[in-house]
Nanobody, 122 residues
Framework: VQLQAFGGGLVQAGDSLRLSCAAS????????MGWFRQAPGKEREFVGT??????YYSDSVKGRFAISRDNAKNTMYLQMNSLKPEDTAVYYC??????????????????WGQGTEVTVSS
């Protein structure tokens, strides 16, 4: 599976932005998908995941971010609302074959996209 994340950019605090993650392959619907981010000088952290239609989020983005997927388009989305300067990071999408359980940790994912940068100015 090859993943490509895009849609990042420079926005102001309070703005919204939607990231996309396009995946290759015919079995996209059988993959758990996740978003992670890495802020400057920090370790990569979990943002959220979608397994089948179930979604799970980190506490820092819960209520502001929403993950969805369009299996017909082999694409996952991350809708980010009410952005804050602390959301500034490179955002990565990840995939792992499987559709049961929660995929909250980096080591559970075998496939990664290249990252797209999001900068939120105050």
């Amino acid at each position: 599976v090859q993943l490509q994340a895009f849609g990042g950019g420079l926005v102001q605090a309070g703005d919204s932005l939607r990231l996309s993650c396009a995946a290759s392959g015919r079995t996209f619907n059988t993959y758990a998908m996740g978003w992670f981010r890495q802020a400057p000088g920090k370790e990569r952290e979990f943002v959220g995941t979608i397994v089948n239609s179930m979604t799970y989020y980190s506490d820092s983005v819960k209520g502001r971010f929403a993950i969805s997927r369009d299996n017909a388009k082999n694409t996952m989305y991350l809708q980010m609302n009410s952005l804050k300067p602390e959301d500034t990071a490179v955002y990565y999408c990840a995939a792992q074959a499987g559709n049961l359980g929660r995929y909250l940790y980096e080591y559970l994912y075998a496939y990664w996209g290249q990252g797209t940068e999001v900068t939120v100015s105050s």
